[in-house]
Structure formats: structure tokens, C-alpha cells
């Protein structure tokens, strides 16, 4: 059974950093054509965060361009998201996705969340 299990969340101050790492089971990484980084903050809806294809083209949403750091390991098997200069607006549950699109060998996996708390 294919696994996401995310790590790294947790209380920081603004204008702390904190890094997220995505560990998968098997070659997911190596199959997905890309894995993001999606968030939900209190009363909002899942949003892009960042993401990365296996040519390492990455892309950011507008609210973390330039703060967020979105890179894979070289076993490909553990996905990071860097996040510095955090601010409250941060606040959120994220989540790692890593998707496939392919008629019959496609999929689309999830982590289960972990919380970041930006706060004083």
C-alpha cells in the first residue's frame, strides 16, 4: 500500500523557517509525473503551494515565490518543502501529493497533513 507521510510541522515564530519533508513508500516519486505541496488553512479552501516534475521544473504559488523552496533527495524518495520568513497567513495543514496522469497506470496519492503554526 502506497504511503506519503509527511514530517516537520509544528508552532514557529514569524519570520521562522521551518522544512517539510515527504517521505514515500516504493517508487512513487520515481513513477509521479510530479509531487506538490498543497495547503488548507482554517475556513479556506486546498491550495498549490509548490510543486516538482521529474525534470526538477518547479513552480510556486504567488503568496510563497521567493520564501519557499521546493526539492527531492537523490534516491528520489523523500520530497522537502524549505519554508523561511514565515508568516501567519502561513498557518495551515499541508499536504504532500504526488500524481500521475496515465489512462491505466494512472494515480493521484496524499498524505495524511501535518500542522504549521505560525505564530507569537
Known amino acids: 500500500q502506497v504511503q506519503l507521510v509527511e514530517s516537520g510541522g509544528g508552532l514557529v515564530q514569524p519570520g521562522g523557517s521551518l522544512r517539510l519533508s515527504c517521505a514515500a513508500s516504493?517508487?512513487?516519486?520515481?513513477?509521479?509525473?510530479?509531487v506538490a505541496w498543497y495547503r488548507q488553512g482554517p475556513e479556506k479552501q486546498r491550495e498549490l503551494v509548490a510543486s516538482i516534475t521529474q525534470d526538477d521544473y518547479t513552480n510556486y504559488s504567488d503568496s510563497v515565490k521567493g520564501r519557499f523552496t521546493i526539492s527531492r533527495d537523490n534516491t528520489n524518495t523523500v520530497v522537502y518543502l524549505q519554508m523561511n520568513a514565515l508568516k501567519p497567513e502561513d498557518t495551515a495543514v499541508y499536504y504532500c501529493?504526488?500524481?500521475?496522469?496515465?489512462?491505466?497506470?494512472?494515480?493521484?496519492?496524499w498524505g495524511q497533513g501535518i500542522q504549521v503554526t505560525v505564530s507569537s
Open positions: 501529493n504526488a500524481e500521475r496522469q496515465a489512462r491505466v497506470t494512472g494515480f493521484k496519492y
Open positions: 516504493g517508487r512513487v516519486f520515481s513513477l509521479a509525473d510530479a
